[in-house]
């Protein structure tokens, strides 16, 4: 069927080549092992959406491992991104088309051997999509290739039944078989296939850990960007989200068989093949929280934390690192009243008199101030710098903390209460990356967008962050992280900062 394909496009005057480029790419078509695309092309970038890398995951399909597209021969439309994948309405995008499994390039010429870099979207595995994230900033400054992929979220990307052997990691799954179409696309694009760095945000990041940590996806990249995610990282009740209770980016497959049954009997069925006959609206209609990843099975054999401890994982440079505020947006959601003392108790229990007393609300100037300063603490940063301790022991390890501290509200306005500051909150640094219309950069915060796309883009060509241009980021060594803010990008003991003294005596 492909080289039928080759032969009609060759016919035609489309192909031009042994690259798989058409003459025509600077219209915006481009050849790939499918089928040839059709996208849109502006003055510093072409964007390609919607290409299908794997088929429809429904009906016998649904928690199945991504099985290969079936090849057409039309230029496909890719001027437009495929749907979100089924989701609730959780994160204000539901969601109840299964057929999902797209991805979106932008590149800023298909000529050359441009590195690549690959999106894994945050939403705890259970919400948004790709497409949500523009790339053109990156891809145009940096001279990258950006591609950004959906996967299955959810009970549909993440159910860990007794019946399906090795499932609850199909999630990964889809992001591995992406990587595999990049593998065989990216030269037609402008990228190099040797040459792939994956990078993530939030739940995004747990699953940079996990493809650094699986066996499946050795070979499959680079290097890795984690922001704000990673391994070692777990909460207590109300920790990440309020009202939702202690957990992990992980569970046991024991742990997720217990929970797929109990969702199968209250979807009213008694094995698989009823729960694939059901609707996906059945589905979506009950609310998961975020989605843990599924360990014990093929995918991730080794718990990540465990890998990492052994050194077992894949050992390619990385960049890993969080916010200075991540607990404020966790904070921002409380309801009043606010009942500190409470929202301790409720969390660490017998400890939450000791760390009332280290973390006095007077000091902070409010409770719920120091409510996200222990959070951020507990839950982000000490965990981050537990996974650089790890990760520099075997490979070239590179550690941030984002810490504009007036980053813009965004997407977030309104939900952070009166008089409450934001500070450098969770997901602040997205805007520095990708264009965001409702996140306005002063010109100073213009400069930092600027020296973080730099510094990542440079890192995905070489592996070291650093140019003549920007100030020196060293590798890493204990405790220490990249403080990244406007005016002022230094090195800053973030083992003190973040108290993880006090959190490790606990």
Same mark, same amino acid.
């Given at each position: 069927m492909r080289?039928?394909?080759?032969?009609? %496009?060759?016919?035609?005057? +489309? %192909?031009?080549?042994?690259? $798989?480029?058409?003459?025509a790419s600077e219209r915006g078509l481009v050849l790939t092992d499918a089928g040839p695309v059709r996208g849109t092309t502006a003055t510093d970038h072409q964007l390609y959406q919607g290409i299908p890398y794997a088929a429809p995951p429904v009906s016998a399909n649904r928690w199945r491992s991504p099985q290969p597209v079936t090849p057409w021969t039309t230029p496909l *439309?890719?001027?437009?991104?495929?749907?979100?994948?089924?989701?609730t309405g959780g994160a204000g995008s539901p969601s109840t =088309?299964?057929?999902?499994?797209?991805?979106?390039?932008? =590149?800023?010429s298909v000529h050359g051997r441009k590195p690549v870099m690959v999106w894994i979207h945050g939403g705890g595995n259970s919400y948004l999509s790709?497409?949500?994230?523009?790339?053109?900033?990156?891809?145009?400054? $940096? *001279?990258?290739?950006? @591609?950004? &992929?959906?996967?299955? +979220?959810? /009970? /549909?990307?993440? +159910?860990?039944?007794?019946? %399906?052997?090795?499932? #609850?990691?199909? $999630?990964?799954e889809d992001q591995q078989a992406a990587l595999r179409w990049v593998k065989r696309n990216a030269a037609a694009f402008g990228?190099?296939?040797?040459? @792939? =760095? &994956?990078?993530?945000?939030?739940? #995004?990041? /747990?699953?940079?850990?996990?493809? @650094?940590?699986?066996? +499946?996806?050795? !070979?499959?990249?680079?290097?890795?960007?984690?922001?704000? !995610?990673?391994?070692? &990282?777990?909460?207590?009740?109300? !920790?990440i989200i309020h009202g939702l209770p202690a957990s992990s980016p992980w569970i046991s497959k024991e742990k997720a068989a217990a929970n797929a049954i109990a969702l199968a009997t209250q979807l009213g069925c008694a094995d698989v093949a009823c729960l694939r006959a059901l609707p996906a609206s059945a589905i979506t209609a009950i609310e998961g929280g975020l989605t843990p990843v599924v360990t014990g099975n093929r995918v991730l054999p080794v718990h990540p934390v465990d890998a990492l401890r052994s050194g077992q994982f894949n050992r390619v440079p990385v960049i890993w690192g969080n916010t200075r505020d991540e607990g404020r947006l966790t904070a921002a959601t409380v309801p009043e009243p606010f009942n500190y003392d409470a929202l301790l108790e409720q969390a660490f229990g017998t400890k939450a008199a000791k760390i009332a007393a280290e973390y006095p609300p007077a000091e902070f100037g409010s409770a719920r101030v120091a409510y996200g300063a222990l959070l951020t603490d507990s839950i982000w940063a000490c965990a981050q710098l537990t996974d650089d301790r790890f990760l520099s022991?075997? =490979?070239t390890t590179y550690a941030y903390e984002f810490a504009d501290r007036d980053a813009p509200l965004g997407d977030f306005t309104g939900l952070f209460p009166p008089g409450f500051p934001p500070g450098a909150f969770h997901a602040s640094e997205i805007p520095y990356l990708f264009v965001t219309p409702s996140a306005h950069l002063n010109a100073e915060q213009q400069k930092l967008s600027k020296q973080i796309t730099e510094y990542w883009t440079t890192f995905a060509k070489t592996g070291n962050p650093n140019t003549h241009s920007l100030p020196h980021w060293p590798r890493h060594t204990p405790g220490q992280a990249q403080s990244l803010a406007p005016t002022t990008i230094k090195q800053v003991n973030a083992h003190q900062e973040h108290n993880c003294a006090f959190w490790t005596s606990l």
């Open positions: 080289n039928r394909l080759l032969t009609l %496009l060759t016919a035609a005057g +489309l %192909l031009a080549g042994s690259a $798989g480029v058409a003459n *439309d890719a001027t437009k991104p495929g749907p979100a994948c089924a989701q =088309t299964e057929d999902c499994l797209y991805l979106n390039v932008t =590149t800023p790709g497409s949500g994230f523009n790339a053109q900033r990156i891809a145009a400054q $940096g *001279d990258v290739v950006v @591609v950004t &992929i959906n996967f299955r +979220l959810g /009970f /549909f990307g993440f +159910l860990g039944h007794p019946d %399906l052997p090795d499932s #609850g990691a199909y $999630g990964i990228g190099d296939p040797r040459n @792939v =760095t &994956i990078f993530g945000e939030s739940g #995004g990041a /747990f699953d940079i850990c996990a493809h @650094v940590t699986s066996p +499946l996806s050795r !070979g499959l990249f680079d290097k890795a960007i984690a922001q704000s !995610g990673g391994c070692s &990282i777990a909460w207590p009740n109300n !920790g022991r075997k =490979t």
